[in-house]
C-alpha cells in the first residue's frame, strides 16, 4: 500500500474525531452569558482533547514523511492509534459533562496512556519495516518526551483517586510538553 492512501485515511479519520468532538458541545438556551457557565468543564476538556489531537496529527504527519515502506503490520498499528484517538470524544465528553470526576478523569488518562502506548507501536512497526537504520530511527533516539509521557499518564491517572486537579495539571503538562516544537523528525528530513 502506498503510505499517501494511510496518511490520508488517518488525516480523515482525525478530522471526524475533531468533528465529533465539537458537535458534542450543546447549545445553552438563552441569551446571556451566564447560559454559557455550565459549559466551561465542557469546553476545558475540549480544548485539551483539541491540542492532543493536534499533537498527534502534527507527529503522524512527520513520522510519515520518514516512511518509504507500508506493511501490513503498519497499517494495523495505524489502526490501532486511530481506534484509541476515535475515543477522545466520549472520554472528552464524559470529563467535561461531569466537572472533571473521579472516574471520568481515570478513564481519561488511560485512554491517553494507550494512545502513546499505540503511537509507540506504530512508530516501532515502522522503524522493523523500513529498517534499523532510517531516519525515524535516528531521529527518534532515546526518546525522552515518549518515555516520560506514559510515567506521567500511569502517575495522573493514580492521583484521580486522591485530588483530580493534580491529575489534570499532569495531563496538561504532558501536553504543553510536546507542544514545545520537537525538531528531531524536521532536522533529517531536511537534509
Known sequence: MNKGRMEAFSDGVLAIIIT????EIKVPHGNDFENLTPLIP????????????????????????TVKKVSGGVLWANLHLL????????????????????????????ILLMSAVAYYILQLQIIKTNG??????????????GKI????????I??????????????????????????????????
Open 149 to 156: 509521557s506514559p510515567i506521567l499518564y500511569i502517575i495522573g
Open 42 to 65: 465542557v469546553f476545558l476538556s475540549y480544548i485539551l482533547s483539541y491540542i492532543y489531537l493536534g499533537i498527534y496529527w502534527n507527529n503522524h504527519h512527520h513520522m510519515m514523511h
Open 20 to 23: 465529533i468532538m465539537v458537535l
Open 83 to 110: 481506534f484509541w484517538l476515535s475515543l477522545i470524544p466520549f472520554v472528552t465528553g464524559w470529563m467535561g459533562e461531569n466537572n472533571f470526576a473521579q472516574r471520568p478523569m481515570a478513564l481519561y488518562g488511560f
Open 158 to 191: 493514580a492521583f484521580t483517586w486522591i485530588n483530580t486537579w493534580v491529575s489534570g495539571i499532569l495531563f496538561t503538562l504532558v501536553a504543553f510538553m510536546w507542544l514545545i516544537p520537537d525538531k528531531r523528525i524536521e532536522k533529517y528530513t531536511k537534509e
Open 132 to 145: 534499523e537504520d532510517t531516519i525515524l530511527s535516528e531521529a527518534v533516539g532515546k526518546d525522552i518526551k
